[in-house]
Every structure is written in structure tokens, then in C-alpha cells.
């Protein structure tokens, strides 16, 4: 029987974690990727691969090679959603230890880079719908001062989308891809900015203010909307969005 699977990365917690539990309640098959499982999430339709994605070529192979060997007719559909990210120091560049940074572009580029290559050598020529999404973010758009590594990897995001978009617009039933800006979510990430230091990290009274007036959304409320924006019939069609925008 044909399976509808969706690959999550980053699905231990916050948004990753609030996405894979909306798609198994309704059905789908999960495979969550991340360090630590999912806390408190089970189902016979929920598989977890622990992986650090700073070294995202082991589990690139394992995805590439784990759909291959189940081949096309297991799938109804397929979709890559590459949540995973991490905010090094929040401080000027040339204030960050390189190795945060590094690790910062590895688990925030890198590994969507590679996921999405290794979905696509897999599936090519496969016929069943198989989207891709990128949780991208409005800092991929708007630079912000003491996080330029987290800003740089949104924007390669961005840019990535629009490129595979156009390559797979020339395939017969070419993957669709959107990098997608989920909105402001009351994540742990939210709570390092706005505990950062004011004097290195300039916006970090922006940030206690969305706090403070209620203006985050939850990681239900945010998942909810990014699986809305992948179900779109439209999806795709812009490879660049932002669920604020329609």
C-alpha cells in the first residue's frame, strides 16, 4: 500500500516537533530528524533517525538510500521539510568563535543542501507529488545586526529555492519547492535573542517586545500554517513565500 511520508528535520522540539505531530494526527507517515527523538511523541507511523546535521553527509546517504530501497511504489507522496537551525553567539562577526559559525552554516545550509539533493538523485522520475520545503525566515530578508551567520544561511535558502525551482520546472514532474519564512514563533530560539546582551545584539529589545505584547506565534499555530502553505494547490509556484503574505 502507498504511503503519504514527510521527512522533518530539526523535529525534536519547537516548530520541527508541533509539524511532525500535526501530520501523524492526520495520518501521514513521519520520519523525524534530529539528535534526540521527538520527547513524548510515539506512533507506529513515526520513525526517528538521530543525526547531528552539522554532519549532514552520513544522513544524506541514509535518506538517498532509504528511499531508493522502498522505490516509488511505496509513496502516494513525498515531502522534505528541512526546519533544522541554530543561532550561534549573537554578537558582530568578528566576535563569534569560527567553529559556531561554521556549524551555524552547516546545520542551517548545508544540510537542506544536501537533504534536498539526496531527495531529488532518489526520486528522479518518480511521478507521485514530491515537495520540498525550506523553513527559511524574514531575517533571510531583512539583515539584522549581530546575527549574520543565521541571516546568511535564511538568504542561501532563499536563493537555493529559486534555483531548484527552475531546475525542476524542466524535468517531467519535477519536484515543487518553496522557501518559506514561517512567521515569529515562541521557540527556545526566541528566548536566546531576547536574553542576548543589548550591547553586542542591538535588536534585542525588539524581540522582548514581541514577547511582552503577545505577538509570537506557537509552535501549534505556526505548524499549522506551514502544513496549510505545503497543501496549497498553488504550492510551489512562488519559490520564495512567506505565510504572513498569503
Known amino acids: ?11 525534536s522540539r519547537g516548530l520541527g516537533r508541533a509539524v511532525a505531530e500535526q501530520l501523524l494526527a492526520r495520518g501521514e507517515h513521519v520520519i523525524a530528524i534530529s539528535r534526540q527523538a521527538p520527547e513524548g511523541l510515539s506512533s507506529p507511523r513515526l520513525q526517528h533517525w538521530s543525526a547531528d546535521l552539522a554532519e549532514a553527509g552520513a544522513v544524506a546517504t541514509r535518506l538517498h538510500d532509504h528511499l531508493q ?8 507522496s513525498l515531502a522534505l521539510i528541512n526546519n533544522a537551525g541554530v543561532i550561534p553567539a549573537l554578537a558582530p562577526l568578528g566576535e563569534v568563535d569560527g567553529e559556531d559559525l561554521a556549524r551555524a552554516l552547516r546545520v542551517g545550509l548545508e544540510a537542506p ?3 534536498t539533493a539526496a531527495f531529488l538523485a532518489a526520486t528522479r522520475g518518480w511521478t507521485m507529488p514530491r515537495k520540498l520545503l525550506l523553513v527559511s525566515s ?6 539584522m545586526a549581530g546575527s549574520a551567520s543565521y541571516c546568511a544561511a535564511k538568504a542561501g535558502l532563499d536563493h537555493l529555492a529559486r534555483a531548484v525551482a527552475l531546475e525542476e520546472a524542466a524535468q517531467a514532474h519535477g519536484a515543487r519547492i518553496v522557501s518559506l519564512a514561517p512567521g515569529v514563533i515562541d521557540t527556545d530560539m526566541q528566548r536566546q535573542l531576547r536574553s542576548a546582551d543589548a550591547l553586542v545584539f542591538p535588536e534585542r529589545e525588539h524581540f522582548a517586545a514581541l514577547h511582552r505584547d503577545g505577538r509570537l506565534d506557537s509552535p501549534a499555530t505556526a505548524a499549522a500554517r506551514l502544513i496549510g502553505h505545503l497543501d496549497r494547490a498553488d ?9 504572513r503574505h498569503g
Open 235 to 243: 504550492f510551489g509556484s512562488d519559490p520564495v513565500a512567506d505565510v
Open 113 to 115: 543542501m544536501r537533504l
Open 1 to 11: 500500500m502507498s504511503i503519504t511520508l514527510s521527512i522533518v528535520t530539526g523535529a
Open 138 to 143: 524574514g531575517l533571510g530578508r531583512r539583515a
Open 69 to 76: 530501497a522502498q522505490g516509488a511504489r511505496s509513496f502516494a
